[in-house]
């Protein structure tokens, strides 16, 4: 992975208070990052992403998403075990069709923030860009089990950016799951 600072890193939530990345220790696996060019233009991609309502459809460990308010929404999300934890979030910049960021709130129980930025690729669409900042409840044992649950941040990113892309281009999110209809259509 590159430097977080050279990739718009937003300001990491830690233990002893916001701090900016270029302050925080050169630990990589506390920033996350992932890119995706999609085949659609950058307003409609910035319209859908805006409505935090819609991102459950497309993030695979999101249960559910609250909006307060434009700015304010409590996320929860699945963890290891078939635990959830939540927590409140503000947009700290936006600019429509380019860029949204947020944090997580003072005393949030997953310390986080964010930036999403769409820039226009031409005829190629748009290119995506997420980066994740966060502090791991539970400090390195919490991450190691999250790795092992494969609901790290660093896993998910790039998995939901695949998602978000499959879910603007084509309407639908492929997937290997069975469900009962497919079942019952099996050869006996």
Not at 38 to 45: E, G, K, P, S, T
Not at 126 to 136: E, L, M, S
Request: hydrophobic residues 35%.
């Amino acid at each position: 992975m590159s430097d977080p600072e050279t990739i718009g890193a937003p300001a990491i939530a830690a233990r002893d208070g916001d701090v900016r990345v270029s302050q925080a220790p050169r630990d990589e696996k506390n920033v996350t990052w992932g890119i995706v060019t999609i085949n659609r233009h950058a307003q409609d991609l910035y319209d859908f992403w805006r409505d935090f309502s819609n991102l459950p459809h497309v993030m695979e460990n999101i249960e559910r998403i609250d909006c307060a308010d434009r700015d304010h929404s409590t996320w929860t999300v699945k963890a290891p075990a078939d635990h959830k934890v939540s927590w409140d979030a503000v947009v700290t910049k936006d600019e429509p069709g380019k860029l949204i960021e947020w944090q997580s709130a003072e005393g949030s129980q997953i310390r986080n923030s964010g930036r999403i930025e769409f820039r226009d690729a031409a005829e190629r669409g748009t290119i995506v860009r997420a980066t994740i900042a966060y502090d791991p409840p539970g400090g390195m044992i919490g991450d190691l089990i999250a790795r092992l649950f494969q609901r790290a941040p660093a896993i998910q990113a790039q998995r939901d950016l695949r998602r978000f892309k499959q879910y603007m281009e084509t309407g639908e999110i492929s997937t290997s799951a069975r469900t009962r209809a497919d079942a019952t259509d099996l050869p006996e």
